[in-house]
């Protein structure tokens, strides 16, 4: 993490997943917070290299996104542009024409491409 005071901002104050609390290590400090009964860890490293290059979607291997599956998208998202988020694709809707076992099922949705404060890409999605 470059810029960890925003990226606590973005993952606290606008998503508002609850901080769970900092694990002091020995070359940095780990940020939890809770995301339903899963964890987002952001390790801030000191001395850590900077960016290692985003590239479009699609284009380098690796970690693409995290989806967040939330139950109120527009309301989520508008807390989200109010507070200067990167919207990189607005809500819209999606329709695979498939379904999966669950716990994924049809696989239809709205949904809405957003970036953290490091160009991280993360989903909102809320299936119907």
Known sequence: ????????????????LAHMGDVPLPNGTLHIYACGSSLIKLYAIADAAGD???????????????TLNVENIGEVLSVLERGGANILTPL?????????????????????????????????????
């Open 52 to 66: 290692q290059g985003r590239g479009d979607f699609g284009s380098r291997k690796g970690l693409a996104y995290i």
């Open 92 to 128: 819209s809707e999606f329709d695979a024409g498939v379904t999966l076992p669950e716990p994924v099922g049809r696989v239809r949705a709205q949904y809405a491409m957003i970036a953290d404060p490091e160009g991280n890409r993360v989903e909102l999605l809320q299936r119907h």
């Open 1 to 16: 993490m470059g810029d960890i005071a925003a990226q606590k901002r973005f993952y606290g104050d606008l998503l508002g």
